[in-house]
């Protein structure tokens, strides 16, 4: 299928979540492919994706979700953040609406359990919550690429999106921006504020999830 073939969202989505839960996944498959269009119509339809969880994936299992979810880093679909033809204010946005994605869909569907320590009785859905920010590959850019003007304002973003999510009260949630902020945690300052401000507004919390967020603000995640 050459690149530049209309491909509707409803088609796109269909065949990222459409799928029986297998072992492997079906994106694992010697035959499986990923709709090709373009980057810009990519990004667009992640942004519709994540800032709708709830009622587009509400007919689909958690794992059905998360061989969805997992797909698009499978197919580096992500890579599309980092694609300068795209214009950057439409990924900013992408980057933002996973606030949305957090707080609709693992928000509701991850229970407490943590995943750094293989706690029992976790939906499939905590594993791709747990690493999402681990695997989203626009880990400190302005590091990386200092001379793309690009890389302040994507940095700024992804930090101010994990910020956001750990206002969360889902400890699946929290636990995975921490996870994010602590690979984060080598090439800036930032991370260690927004974790001591996490930490100021949740003196309660379970002592193991204390502990991991401690750590993570020195950048000792795995």
């Known amino acids: 299928m050459p ?3 209309p491909v509707s969202f409803e088609r796109w989505f269909s ?26 119509t990519r990004i667009a339809y992640l942004t519709r994706l994540f800032e709708t969880p709830g009622s587009l994936l509400a ?42 994605l957090f707080r609709g869909c693992f928000e509701q569907r991850c229970p407490p359990v943590l995943s750094h320590l293989d706690e029992p009785d976790a939906s499939p859905l905590n594993s791709v919550c747990y690493m999402w920010w681990d695997s989203l590959p626009l880990i400190a850019q302005r590091q990386f690429h200092p001379r793309r ?8 973003a992804v930090l101010q999106t994990m910020r956001e999510i750990l206002q969360s009260s889902s400890a699946a949630c929290q636990e995975g921006a921490l996870h994010g902020l602590g690979h984060w945690a080598p090439y800036c300052s930032e991370p ?8 100021g507004r949740n003196r309660h919390i379970r002592k193991e999830l204390h502990q991991y967020a401690l750590r993570a603000r020195i950048g000792c995640v795995q």
Not at 149 to 156: P, Q, V, Y
Request: proline share 6%; net charge negative.
């Open 59 to 100: 007919a689909y299992s958690d794992a059905q979700v998360d061989q969805g979810l997992s797909c698009l880093f499978a197919f580096d679909v992500m890579f599309d953040l980092k694609e300068r033809i795209v214009p950057l204010d439409l990924r900013l946005r992408c980057i933002r609406s996973m606030t949305t």
């Open 3 to 5: 690149t530049n073939t």
């Open 15 to 40: 065949q990222i979540f459409d799928h029986p839960v297998q072992d492997p996944p079906w994106y694992q498959a010697l035959d499986a492919h990923f709709p090709r269009i373009s980057a810009g």
């Open 149 to 156: 003007s690009s890389s302040g304002a994507l940095d700024e």
């Open 192 to 199: 260690a504020e927004i974790i001591d401000e996490f930490l």
